[in-house]
Every structure is written in structure tokens, then in C-alpha cells.
């Protein structure tokens, strides 16, 4: 189908909801169930100034909050500030940390008997708003999926209100069906994004043939129910528990779809003492990156995780249809339900958020398509333009063949511009004007050894990237931050480089481990380094010139269990950087480095 081209309709009855996704599910089913295998949701997921508020008179000083894609936009992580206080959790422990006096103030363990496991090793995430604070726990490590005979289980999207106004207090706590795939928040509402499968119990049969599995598994799809079809919720408020199930009139589907998949989107007022049912609304599809700038919600279905493994496994190259990318939007610019507006596709496959950006009436989307695998890779990358057109997001314009035989590793739009990052040997860094949304055009091309996968406009005409050196036959050598000049769009240039040997950084592929502080212009990230004969692990502090990076020195936190000394995340609240990892949250003087205090979790 064209790019863009792809709408959604209602089911007329839930009847007829019911009897088409099991249609469709009976097509798509095999002998061993759907699809190939369960797939971890960590290796599904892929991500400014915090939307949070604060309900305390007195003014907070200047503070940084979670590095995020859109100013305004606040994603979950596992550190929140709101410039008088930080809020963390690790393993299910919620921390609260007065910022002035440097102590902890509160604390809270999220786990009970029943849950312990799934709340401490559950990967849980934080969204702060005033006095309550939203615990994301994604689950027990998998998507809820009836990929596989057996049982099909769910792990349950997890969502825990806290109240911060005294001690910390758990007060509502709500569960779904399914795997949480991301969640957004503007001003005091969150729109959390969870995708499920039907709670189907395929028999495993050891000694029959694949035609009498196929049989047994296409009749427990034909007794099937609604119950067994539609994502399950229990809220629990103030001691009372209640249990619903989201309604059929809540989905739309597409044309063609396999039944076997569905993504709600729930929203939840913060400024409440109770989460409620969620409201919510969703789509008869996969989904697997959520990407917002406040007014639109998109949620892209990326079928690389369900077709890769046989591709690889075959080596063979992917047929179109394998390729496409289905995009759904939302209106969320009302608080409340969020309003299904249209769907559009695209030829190729999404890196992460990155690769998409709304800006003035038009989708952006940036995708790599083709065998990446291999020793003789036939890919190419293409930049969308997508027009929002009501239902549908016509495509108007495009540029292809961008890095012939390799893949994107790193993408950034800003405003009229796009920055696209490709590499296997060399990284090339291509500069792509979007001024004229029909006529996109690969301005400048910039080729160095190594890439970069995170990539942070600053000031005008500068764009920093944090990555990978590597050699000229592209074996990465150690962790790298380049400073590039792109005020000429048809000549970037590279400043500056800081390389550091046989290291890694967090930030290379979670953006929210990246700190930049303009009123210093401090970098900091979290840096690993792992020699023969050492190793160590700390937080690199940098200082970005116009010209020039000079390394102002690195903060380290003390562990007795290895990798708990890892720093994940820092901040700035006044003239202090705090760094937090599993093993405590550390206050150093910002100019100095010098330490001022130690909260150690143990």
C-alpha cells in the first residue's frame, strides 16, 4: 500500500468485534500457537524540562529534568525532581530526598507478599506531578502474548499512585492485562500506552502432527469469548477493589489486521486520589513506540520483532509487507479521552521515538529497509514526509537511499531540519532539509570513523552526538562525544571529539541517562569502562565549548555489590549535580566536582 495510505473503522457490533478477530486470528495461528516466540519486552521498547509541577508556595531553584524528546513532554524514568525534592525508585523502593538539606525524607516499599518479584524486578519508572508521584511497572519481563502453546499468562502493566504530601503513601494501584509499552505526560495527566494478547490456552501436543495441533489450537480460538478477547483491569482504592473489562466499543481495527494483538491507551488525572478505569481507547494492532508532542499521540506498529528471527534465520530478504510500519495518532490536546484521529504506514523500520516529529501539519518519519544482516547488507534508509490529513496521513514527499548497505543508528529532528545518523563501516551524518514538505533533500553529508546513537541539538548550528569511535573496517573502539558544526547545512563539520577507550555509556541507547545543563554547558553521562586489567564506572562530566570539549573530570559512588555502583542517571537543582544509581544519590558541587553529600540505599 502507498505510504500514508491506511485508515481504521469501528467494529458494528461486539459481536462482530469478536467474530472477525477470531477470523483473522485463525488465519494467522500455527501449529505451535502465534508467532514464534515469546519476545522480551525490554528488547521491544526503545528515549528537557520536566512537565511536572509542584504544590509548595515557595519558589524551587533552577533544576534540570528528564532529558526528554519534546519540551513539555514528560517521559517515565526512574529519577524525578521538581527542584526541592528527588524522587527515585530502584527494586521497588520509592525514595523521597530533601534537596536544601540533603536527606531522606521518605521512603516506601512498592512490594507486598503477593507481588514482590514483579514490583522489584518489574523495571519500574516514575511520573511526578505535585503531591503524587505515578509508579510504571511493566511487568514480569515479558509481553503478554499467546505466541507459544501452553498458557498464555499475563504479566500485567502495573500502575501504583503515590501520595507525597507526608510520608509516602501508596493510594490507588491499577493492573491490565498485558505489557506496558510507554507512557506521556503533559501537565497533570498521563497517557500510558499498554499492548495485550487474548488469554488463550493453546494444548501442547508432544506426539501429534502439525495439522492436528493447527486443528486443536483454531477450535480453542473458536470457543473463544469476549472475556478471553479484551484486556482485563483491577483497581484498588482505599481498601476497595474493583474489576472491569474494556469495552469492544472502546477499539478501532484496521483493514487487515491478525487478531492477535491490541494496543489501549489509558489516561489517568494525577491531581486525583483514585486512578479510575484509565478511559480507555485503543486499536485492534501491535504497537511498539510511542512518540508525542503534546497534542498528537502516535503509537507505531514495527514488525521487525515479529518478522526478524525467520529473516535472519533464513537469510533472506524481507518482502515489502514484512517492512511496512503502521502509525496510529491521537488528538490529546483536551484532557480526558484521547480522540482517535487517523493512521498512516510507511515503508521500513523505526529505530526508536526518534524517528518520528510532528511539525507544522506534517508526520516526519525516518526508517531503514532492506537485509541489515549479513555479510553483504542490502539496506537503505528514507525520510517520510506525512501530511495530516483527517483520517488518513497522505504521503507528500520523501528522500531515499540514504546509507546504501547500512542502517540508522541515530536520528534527530529539529524544526525544518533532520539529522540522520547511518553506519556499518564509516558514519555518515547526513543533513536533510524539510523547508519545502514535498520536496525533503539531502543537504550535506558529513563521513567520519564511528557513530553516534544519541544526537542533542544545543545552541543554533550545533548538534551534539554520543556514541562509538571505531576503525576504519568499523570495529567500535570505546565511547565517543562529537560536537558538530551544523549552521552550514550543506558542510557540517566535526569540532570537537572526547574519546574515551573500551568504554560504553547508557546514554548511547537510553536518552534519558543524558545531561545537558546549558547555563554551564555541562554534559554529563553515565560512562562504563572495561579494560583487561580494570575497570570502572562512574559519570563523565564534560564542558561543550563553540569549538571545543575539555573533560572537567568524572563523580563515582562506592558499592559493596558489583554493578550496583553504576551511575544511571543525574540532575541539577541549584549549583549541585546529583547522580543516582542503585547504591545511593550523591550531591556534588557543580564547578568543583567536590562531593557534598552521600545518601547510600543500604
Known amino acids: 500500500m502507498p505510504a500514508g495510505q491506511f485508515k481504521l473503522v469501528a467494529f458494528d457490533s461486539c459481536a462482530d468485534g469478536l467474530e472477525r478477530m477470531k477470523k483473522a486470528a485463525k488465519e494467522y495461528v500455527g501449529p505451535y ?16 524540562d520536566t512537565a511536572a509541577g509542584s504544590s509548595a508556595v515557595n519558589k524551587a531553584p533552577s533544576y534540570s529534568g528528564t532529558n526528554t524528546h519534546e519540551a513539555g513532554v514528560d517521559e517515565p524514568d526512574l529519577v524525578k525532581t521538581d527542584g526541592r525534592r528527588i524522587v527515585t525508585i530502584q527494586q521497588g523502593v520509592l525514595r523521597v530526598v530533601d534537596a536544601a538539606s540533603r536527606k531522606l525524607t521518605g521512603e516506601l516499599d512498592l512490594a507486598t507478599s503477593g507481588d514482590r518479584d514483579q514490583v522489584r524486578w518489574g523495571d519500574g519508572t516514575l511520573l511526578l506531578h505535585g503531591d503524587r508521584a505515578l509508579v510504571l511497572i511493566r511487568g514480569g519481563g515479558y509481553a503478554s502474548r499467546a505466541d507459544v502453546a501452553g498458557p498464555a499468562g499475563t504479566s500485567g502493566a502495573r500502575l501504583l499512585l503515590v501520595n507525597l504530601s507526608g510520608a509516602p503513601k501508596k493510594i490507588s494501584d491499577y493492573e491490565l492485562d498485558g505489557g506496558l509499552v510507554d507512557a506521556r505526560q503533559i501537565g497533570g495527566t498521563a497517557r500510558v500506552v499498554v499492548r495485550s494478547s487474548p488469554r488463550l490456552e493453546f494444548p501442547y501436543r508432544e506426539h501429534g502432527t502439525d495439522k492436528q495441533r493447527l486443528i ?10 469476549a472475556e478471553d478477547w479484551f484486556p482485563r483491569y483491577t483497581v484498588t482504592t482505599g481498601g476497595k477493589t474493583s474489576k472491569g473489562l474494556v469495552g469492544c466499543d472502546r477499539y478501532s481495527r484496521p483493514a487487515t489486521y491478525s487478531g492477535t494483538s491490541m494496543v489501549t491507551v489509558l489516561s489517568f488525572d494525577l491531581g486525583t486520589d483514585s486512578l479510575g478505569d484509565g478511559d480507555p481507547v485503543g486499536v485492534v494492532a501491535d504497537g511498539d513506540t510511542v512518540y508525542s508532542n503534546g497534542a498528537s499521540l502516535y503509537v507505531a506498529n514495527d514488525q521487525r520483532w515479529r518478522v526478524m528471527p525467520r529473516l535472519q534465520q533464513s537469510d533472506r530478504e524481507p518482502k515489502p509487507e514484512d517492512e511496512v510500519t503502521e502509525i496510529y495518532r491521537f488528538d490529546i490536546s483536551q484532557s480526558g479521552r484521547p480522540v482517535y484521529v487517523g493512521a498512516g504506514s510507511v515503508q521500513g523500520w523505526l529505530i526508536n521515538q526518534y524517528a518520528m516529529s510532528e511539525w507544522d501539519g506534517h508526520l516526519r518519519v525516518a526508517t531503514t529497509s532492506g537485509r541489515t544482516w549479513g555479510a553483504s547488507p542490502k539496506s537503505s534508509s528514507t525520510v517520510y514526509v506525512l501530511r495530516l490529513a483527517g483520517e488518513s496521513m497522505p504521503e507528500v514527499g520523501k528522500i531515499t537511499g540514504l546509507g546504501k548497505g547500512e542502517r540508522i543508528y ?25 523547508s519545502v514538505p514535498a520536496k525533503p533533500r539531502v543537504a550535506g553529508e558529513l563521513k567520519i570513523t564511528g557513530y553516534s546513537a544519541y544526537l542533542h541539538p544545543t545552541e543554533p548550528g550545533r548538534v551534539i552526538g554520543v556514541g562509538q569511535e571505531a576503525s576504519d573496517q568499523g570495529r567500535v573502539q570505546g565511547a565517543q562525544v562529537s560536537l558538530f558544526d551544523v549552521s552550514n547545512l550543506d558542510r557540517p563539520t566535526r569540532l570537537a571529539q572526547h574519546h574515551v577507550k573500551n568504554a560504553y555509556s547508557e546514554a548511547e541507547y537510553d536518552p534519558h541517562a543524558f545531561l545537558y545543563w546549558p547555563a554551564e554547558r555541562l554534559l554529563v553521562m553515565p560512562l562504563s569502562v572495561w579494560e583487561r586489567d580494570r575497570s570502572s564506572q562512574g559519570a563523565l562530566v564534560l564542558r561543550v565549548g563553540d569549538t571545543a570539549i575539555s573533560e572537567v573530570g568524572t563523580v563515582s559512588h562506592r558499592s559493596n555489590q558489583p554493578g550496583q555502583g553504576m551511575i544511571r542517571r543525574s ?4 549549583d549541585e549535580l546529583w547522580t543516582v544509581s542503585d547504591s545511593g544519590l550523591m550531591a556534588t558541587q557543580m564547578s568543583t566536582l567536590d562531593t557534598r553529600a552521600w545518601l547510600s540505599w543500604s
Open 33 to 48: 500457537g502465534f508467532g514464534g516466540g515469546a519476545v522480551p519486552l525490554a528488547e521491544r521498547a526503545a528515549a528537557q
Open 216 to 225: 486443536a489450537n483454531q477450535r480453542v480460538i473458536d470457543k473463544a469469548t
Open 410 to 434: 541515530a536520528v534527530r529532528f529539529a524544526g525544518t531540519t533532520a539529522y540522520v545518523v547511518t553506519f556499518r563501516q564509516t558514519d555518515p551524518l547526513y543533513t536533510v532539509d524539510l
Open 571 to 574: 540532575l541539577v537543582i541549584g
